[in-house]
Every structure is written in C-alpha cells, then in structure tokens.
C-alpha cells in the first residue's frame, strides 16, 4: 500500500537545515496512511533569510502544517498569528498549523515527546527526581513538560551557568542547577535521579564526549537521550550497562511527533507505525 496523491491532496512539511537526514517524511507519511489522512508530507530546507516567505507562500496554497527544526525555531515563533502556551513560555516552536479560518498557530511539541517516551517506558513521573543535561532549547522543553507532569525535582546540569539558570526559571519551584565542571557535584546529582535525560548532542554520529561521568547510571534508574542517530549513543550503552532503562532519541521523536500529528488532523495516530516506518528507514540508510 502506498500514498495515493489526487487534487485534494494537502502538503505538510519540516522546514530547517539541514534536513536531509530527518526521519520525519518517513515518520509522517506512514502515519497519515495508516489513518487515510489525504496528506503527504516532505522535507524542505531552507536558509533563515527564506523562512518568511517560504511560511507566507505555504500559507498560500493552504498547507496543513509543518514541524519546524533548528535554526528556524525563534523566528517561526514571529510568524505566528497564535502561539500556544508552551510555546509561548519557551519563546520558540516545532510546530505550525494552518487552522480552517486561514490564521496560522504555532506549538512546541518536544517536551510531549520526552514525556510520552519516557511514559511508554514505563516511567512513573509524579513525585520523581530528575537530571536534565543540556540547557538548549530541546533540553528546556524537557524541563517545562516534566516539571508540569508533577516530577517532584528537576535537577539541570550544564557546563555553561547562565544557560542553566534561564532554563531552571521555565519552573523556579522545582529547578536547581549544577555546573557540570563540578564533577563531584554532577555524579551525585545523576546518581541521586529517578530519571536522568540527555538533551545535548554530545554522542551524535562520531562525538563520544559526554557532559557527565557515565559511571554515575546506576541501576533503577530511566535514562533517555534526545541523540537518535545513533540509536545506541555512549549515554545508552553506559546506562544499558548499568543496569537502567533506557530510552532512544528515536522514542522521543516519535511522541513529539504524534502529537504534532494530532495538532494537524485531529486524530490520534499509530505510534507503532511510526516506530516501524522509522526503523526500516534507518535500515534502508544502512544499505
């Protein structure tokens, strides 16, 4: 079975760049057929100075929507008519849709992601205690979605002071920093958490450095990286090792993407699809 395109077939897209490597297409498409959507979704990358017009002109032809990706997540927040509370606390988004009145909303869906990932796993979120590393914009979503799903604590540790403190005030009652310098301090805090995530890139493709001694997973603990190529990054195979549950990148970008999926067409779709569609995409890259 494949995507049948007709007269009424609607486009939705992932603007960035780059974006040659994104499993989005694969992601979307599959799940717009499991679901008889009349959607076909492609990848388009552009430079910051086309992404107004490009926006204006998707705007035209009555696009359904777009997932947005770096560097394009600021200035689409400008572009706007209406951004979602979300997205509005963060300053940036992943996501347009084109409303049926013609007005244009936007919405960050990366911290639904994390959380939906680490709920699938089996992560109990309520009263947890939790490390994010990384201070970025995908780690900063992390932060605001699971200190909204009841996490008791939320620990960030960065290597950059200032960064870390602005993403802690996204949730001051329940934020703390760590200075990633202080090794001693870190290890304790990654050893002390019920959930540890990793939001940097630090593990993507040949990058094996780490912002925190890996020796700290232990045992009890869920540990998800935001990194997806490689599915299996330093931070996993330490926490595999150790004895954790681990959580891919790729889990994380399936669930921010579902939910992107519901923002457009207004149903739930098939996470299991989607997982499939993304895995033999990997595959077929693999050759």
Known sequence: MSTVLSGTTRLACVLGSPVRHSLSPAIHNAAFLARGVD???????????????????????????????MPHKEVAHTLCDEVGPVALRLGSLNTLVARDDGSL????????????????????????????????????????????????????????RARSESAALLAPSVCSVVDAADTTAAMSAVGAADIVVHATPAGMGSDS????????????????????????????AAARASGAVVVDGLSMLIHQAARQQELWTRQSPDIAVMRAAAEHELERRRG
């Open 105 to 160: 909303f936007g919405e960050s869906t990366d911290g639904d992601g994390c959380v939906g990932a680490l709920q699938a796993a089996g992560a109990r979120l309520p009263g947890s205690n939790v490390v994010v590393v990384g201070a970025g914009a995908t780690a900063r979503a992390c932060i605001l979605a699971l200190a909204e799903s009841g996490v008791s604590r939320v620990v960030v540790v960065n290597r950059t």
């Open 39 to 69: 959607a076909v979704y492609l990848a388009f990358e552009i430079d910051s100075d086309d992404m107004a017009p490009t926006v204006r002109a998707l705007r035209n032809i009555g696009f359904l929507g777009a997932s947005i990706t």
């Open 209 to 236: 450095s780490s912002a925190f001694d890996l020796r700290a997973l232990r045992s009890g603990q869920f540990v998800l990286d935001a990194v997806y190529q490689p599915l299996e990054t330093p931070v996993l």
